[in-house]
């Protein structure tokens, strides 16, 4: 497996593992996908003939960078891919200067919070009706250590 910058022809496949993570009310729509592939850091997780098994996507302003969306083909799961994904989206948030990241995760996702905690991550607030009427989000920071990026 791999990680390499999403590519256009990646949209059939994210938006076919979005349709198996999400609901239809709640999946970004396959003109987001497009526009994030091209303006966003989009990063997916592949197998060598390029099936795609995971993605995740973020963009950074100044110092702040954010995470958008993370998602691991539900045949694939539990493997370490998203963990991946997450520390490769952080590697590139930092070198556009990101010193801190920003992500909003669904409270009804508790499998993503712990993904994200692992990781660093530190709940601040409670983000009421985030996901629509009902759903709730938790707004995570994380602080990089950007001394560690400066000697990659
Ligand atoms: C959340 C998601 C991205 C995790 O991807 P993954 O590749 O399975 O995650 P990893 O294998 O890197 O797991 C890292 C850690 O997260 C936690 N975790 C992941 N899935 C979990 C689960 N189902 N239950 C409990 N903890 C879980 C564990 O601590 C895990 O470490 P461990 O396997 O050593 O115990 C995946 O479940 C997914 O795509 N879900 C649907 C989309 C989604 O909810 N995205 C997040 C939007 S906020």
């Known amino acids: ?40 850091v989009s990063l997916v997780a592949c197998e060598p003939d390029k099936k795609v098994l995971g993605f995740i996507m973020g963009y950074n302003s100044g110092k702040a960078g954010a995470v958008y969306t993370l998602d691991v083909h539900p045949g694939y799961r539990r493997k370490g891919i998203g963990s991946r994904l997450l520390a490769s989206l952080e590697e590139r ?6 010193q801190a990241i920003r992500l909003e995760a669904a409270l009804d996702r508790p499998e993503a919070v712990e993904l994200y905690r ?17 759903n709730h989000a938790v707004r995570m920071w994380k602080n990089l250590d950007v001394s560690v990026c400066l000697t990659m």
């Open 118 to 134: 692992k990781a660093g991550y530190q709940e601040r607030e409670l983000v009421r009706n985030y996901y629509g009427r009902g």
């Open 1 to 40: 497996m791999k990680i390499r910058n999403a590519q256009p022809w990646d949209l059939a496949q994210i938006v076919q593992i979005e349709g198996l993570c999400f609901p239809e009310e709640t999946a970004f729509p396959p003109r987001m996908f497009s526009y994030l592939i091209r303006y966003a």
């Open 93 to 98: 948030l930092a070198l556009l200067g990101a």
